[in-house]
């Protein structure tokens, strides 16, 4: 089973390509389309969905994962997302790619056990679960994303959410990053 996550942007859309055989994983391939800011929102658009394309006819992927959208302050900011999640959704449909939405919430959960998870938290445990060292995957939250949002199909796939062992749980997230937890008393 390969599958393809995205984590859209019109300015920098991350992916991921996952090889899962029932709970062996490898990460195939990843990395950030990176679109100039100067750029007109049509041909950003078409930028996504032709690197896309070559990504789904190099990796011939089974299955395709986005995360949607989410409502932030700025109402242009989220009309543009849309559109980078439909050109991304539409490069999967015409290679006919069954294609599932996650929300960020779900992704987070999927990977940590929290929905309401940092990026740095996402990236960890996104490393745990790949047992791949930190400095090895670079520091973009979009890769980091875009890997959880594939982890997180395909734990949908197995039946499941996170796997909490010592290797990759939160307590484990907590010891090697006690300055980024802040711990509250309960009185």
Not at 7 to 14: A, E, I, K, N, S
Request: glycine fraction near 6%.
């Amino acid at each position: 089973m390969i599958i393809l996550g995205v984590d859209p942007g019109t300015l920098f859309t991350g992916y991921a390509v996952l090889s899962g055989v029932n709970e062996k994983l490898e990460l195939l391939s990843y990395d950030v389309i990176k679109i100039p800011a100067k750029n007109k929102l049509p041909l950003r658009l078409k930028q996504i969905y032709d690197s896309l394309v070559d990504v789904i006819e190099e990796y011939k992927p089974d299955e395709f994962a986005i995360e949607t959208a989410f409502y932030g302050k700025n109402v242009q900011s989220t009309l543009k997302l849309g559109h980078a999640r439909g050109v991304s959704i539409l490069a999967a449909v015409n290679k006919q790619i069954p294609t599932t939405e996650y929300s960020p919430r779900e992704v987070k959960k999927s990977v940590s056990g929290l929905g309401a998870a940092s990026k740095d938290q996402v990236r960890f445990m996104v490393c745990s679960i790949l047992k791949l060292k930190a400095d090895t995957l670079p520091k973009s939250a979009d890769i980091s994303d875009a890997i959880a949002v594939a982890l997180c199909h395909h734990n949908k796939l197995l039946g499941g959410g996170v796997k909490n062992s010592k290797s990759n749980s939160w307590e484990s997230y907590v010891k090697e990053n006690p300055k980024k937890v802040k711990i509250q008393s309960r009185k």
